[in-house]
């Protein structure tokens, strides 16, 4: 199976994307284009080839707050932390349970490395939608701030763990 990632445009087919997650297939039909054009978050996309989408993840920069970190990753920084915020990731049900789960992660933290050569931010963070998602999230290195289901992972861990 070949698939293609690129950043979505009103020339991808949204309107058969399923995830099993009603919200982000909504947020994805509905939203994603005007968070484009806002400059609120970028939404990249997978296909087949046919312009109908099989996986997308949404990015923001972010600010955290110091105090809001667990003193291990907050220490010594400034008050206000810039970071990335994964704000979004979803794969179509028909591919869910192939491990590509990881490889949509790592294509968005590659894509992350490569703006913050530019732009520079501390941490990737994201707020699990839910227990699966969390633990999904801490398997692939990222760290739960307690209390919460924000999970926050430094920049230069991803870089060390992408190479």
């Known amino acids: 199976m070949r698939i293609l990632a690129e950043q979505l445009s009103e020339a991808h087919e949204l309107g058969e994307f399923d995830s099993g997650r009603p919200e ?5 039909i509905r939203h994603a284009l005007g968070a484009a054009a806002r ?23 972010h600010l955290l707050q110091r105090e809001e970190l667990p003193r291990a990753l907050g220490h010594g920084g ?16 028909s591919l869910q349970g192939q491990g590509l789960g990881g490889a949509l992660l790592a294509d968005a933290l590659r894509r992350v490395l490569a703006a913050t050569a530019t732009v520079a ?25 307690p209390g919460t289901r ?6 230069s861990d991803i870089a060390a763990a992408l190479g």
């Open 24 to 28: 982000l297939d909504e947020w994805l």
């Open 39 to 61: 400059r609120t978050a970028r939404t990249f996309i997978w296909h087949r080839g046919d312009r109908g989408v099989v996986a997308y993840y949404s990015l923001s920069a």
């Open 150 to 155: 924000r999970l926050v992972q430094k920049v």
């Open 121 to 145: 931010a501390r941490f990737v963070m994201v707020d699990a939608i839910d227990e699966n998602a969390l633990r999904f999230y801490e398997h692939h290195g990222f760290r739960q701030i």
């Open 78 to 93: 400034p008050r206000q932390v810039p970071a990335v915020l994964l704000a979004r990731l979803a794969l179509a049900r």
